[in-house]
């Protein structure tokens, strides 16, 4: 049973409406954010009409400020957003839709200004907007504006996508634009599109551009990305996976991320054996980025297409090139039974072998084999690069408590590394990788062919006692 001093809603409730009154002005002194949010409640205790006017007011005075939102000030900028997005819609749109609908439009004016005064962070800010997409839908189905309202509205708020902060408009819209508002939204979009096309963008006119002017052309190109980015989600919405595919230059299409998105499309279209021929068009290089997103699309499309076969072999030459544990796990599920216990003995062979050690080790410490881990290292205990500290202090913290001997290996290398090369940002890390080492050492009970601590620490001694900057850290 809670204590009557626990901080909860019932604990408080027995203070009585005139005490939690006077700690509430207490709590809010100096606290400018609190006590927008209690002028609030008490504007919308009087009526929803009120409680607009308030929120009306707020967001003019956020519209009309220029000051910089830096770090220290976001997380309490933030709060106030939030505060008057959800005002919006527990305090007025309960009972007022329609005011409740505008004020969220005027809302959502707010982020192109209000991004543009963040220094950092604005990913959380343009995620405020994200929200406020979402409570469009419910808004709009309650309101019920007009459909040339609806989509004019609409329209102009795609117009000003800058910091893809409406990217989820359309969708949430979808069902109250209908089929007939999605190909008038389009039209309008398209006609924007062709306006734009029809001004000189040409890169040889740069050079002879004033100042005003290429700030001019670099802002019409800005739109043209916006709307060609909105007639994708709207071909998405509609189904068109012909108009989607369409916003895609020739010359695009074979960029991994934008053969991925074309080939999802075809496949819930029913076209997989197209999309899977622009997944094998696309330019993907052995060290890209976005070469895993572009396996798991290829491997969907297979699936799809019935080719399951070729799926799995596709599994098994993914997890052979990286060694990703998940492409294994994924290849077992799709084996009958007792197929899977040869294919893993297969696979930790091919771990075992594998030339990069980094990865087979992340590989067995993905898998959680530390015993294989362990067996690695001690068998490739000379290809340890103790310059991979990145890799190897997580893998020492994994093996510490069931492989002792093998971590140790692992923190000599570090240590080793920063020592002998003379690495004294790194003497601190590696004077406190050798108390470790000293700290497994009993628990080895065979050092086999590897020094036991002490006489590790003695050979260290003697070729490196010079470098007192790493003896005064371990002293």
Known sequence: MASKTTLNAKNLEALGTERLAQLLIEVSSGNAAAKRKLRLELAGAQSPKEAGRAIAKRLTSIANAKSAITWKKRKAFIADLQTQRRGIIDQVGSTDPEQALFLMWRFMGLANPVIERCQSGDGEVIAV??????????????????????????????????????????????????????????????????????????????????????????????????AKSALLELADAQGDVDAFIAQFEPWTRTVPTNAILIARQLVDAGQAAEALDFLDAADVDEDDWDRMDWQDARIDVLEAMGRK???????????????????????????????????????????????????????????????????????????????????????????????????????????????????????????????????????????????????????????????????????
Not at 444 to 453: K, L, N, P, Y
Request: glycine content about 4%.
């Open 129 to 226: 907007f994200h929200d406020a997409c979402a409570d469009l839908g419910p808004l709009v189905a309650a309101a019920k504006p007009s459909a040339e309202v609806l989509i004019d509205t609409t329209f102009d708020a795609l117009c000003e996508n800058r910091y893809s902060q409406f990217d989820k408009l359309i969708s949430t819209l979808t069902p109250a634009l209908g089929a007939n508002g999605l190909e008038r939204l389009r039209q309008k979009l398209e006609a924007f599109l062709e306006t734009l096309n029809a001004t000189d963008l040409s890169t040889d006119m740069i050079g002879r551009q004033s100042t005003a002017e290429y700030m001019q052309s670099i802002a019409e190109r800005r739109k043209q990305r916006i």
């Open 309 to 475: 076969e070729e799926a799995q072999a596709f599994r098994w030459a993914c997890f052979e090139r990286d060694l990703w544990a998940d492409y294994l796990r994924a290849y077992l599920r799709k084996l009958p039974d007792f197929d899977d216990i040869e294919a893993e003995e297969k696979a930790v062979a091919t771990a075992m072998a594998d030339p990069e050690l980094l990865a087979a080790l992340q590989f067995f410490l993905d898998w959680q084999s530390p015993d294989r881990a362990a067996e690695l290292l001690i068998n490739r205990h000379s290809e340890i690069d103790g310059n991979r500290f990145e890799y190897l202090t997580p893998a020492a913290d994994a093996l510490a408590e069931s492989q002792p001997l093998a971590a140790t290996l692992v923190l000599r290398a570090m240590i080793d590394f920063a020592v002998s090369k003379g690495r004294s940002k790194r003497y601190r890390h590696a004077a406190r990788h050798l108390k470790t080492c000293a700290e497994l050492a009993p628990r080895i009970e065979v050092f086999g062919a590897f020094e036991t601590h002490e006489t590790y620490v003695a050979r260290l001694r003697s070729q490196h006692g010079r470098k007192s900057g790493f003896w005064a850290y371990v002293g």
